[in-house]
Nanobody
Framework: QAQLVESGGGLVQPGGSLTLSCVGSGIDFRQNAMAWYRQAAGKQRQWVAGITARGSTEYTDSVRGRFTVSRDDAKNILALQMNKIEPDDTAVYYC????????????WGQGTQVTVSS
């Protein structure tokens, strides 16, 4: 079973930047499409960005142009560079196997909290 550990969240002012990281064990990010998700308080978890095994990236409209998903194959780390952060970006952020999530077979980690506040 894959283990995913997210980190890098914190308190950030609007307009600021953060980089989230996801370290994986038991799963090779090079072989799997991976994605970032987020869940704001009282709301359903939503897909944010994804990267295919070939390195193609996709983003939800609200973050396109501000967030960048990338992968360090040597370290098996998934990253999410967040720029021009907005209050609506406040949420717990998770990474996961994109296909497993779509198949409803994914196991979720603890996530990392991002709070946007001035």
């Amino acid at each position: 079973q894959a283990q995913l550990v997210e980190s890098g969240g914190g308190l950030v002012q609007p307009g600021g930047s953060l980089t989230l990281s996801c370290v994986g064990s038991g799963i090779d990010f090079r072989q799997n499409a991976m994605a970032w998700y987020r869940q704001a308080a009282g709301k359903q978890r939503q897909w944010v960005a994804g990267i295919t095994a070939r390195g193609s990236t996709e983003y939800t409209d609200s973050v396109r142009g501000r967030f960048t998903v990338s992968r360090d194959d040597a370290k098996n780390i998934l990253a999410l560079q967040m720029n021009k952060i907005e209050p609506d970006d406040t949420a717990v952020y998770y990474c996961n196997d994109w296909r497993a999530v779509l198949a409803n077979t994914a196991h979720w980690g603890q996530g990392t909290q991002v709070t946007v506040s001035s």
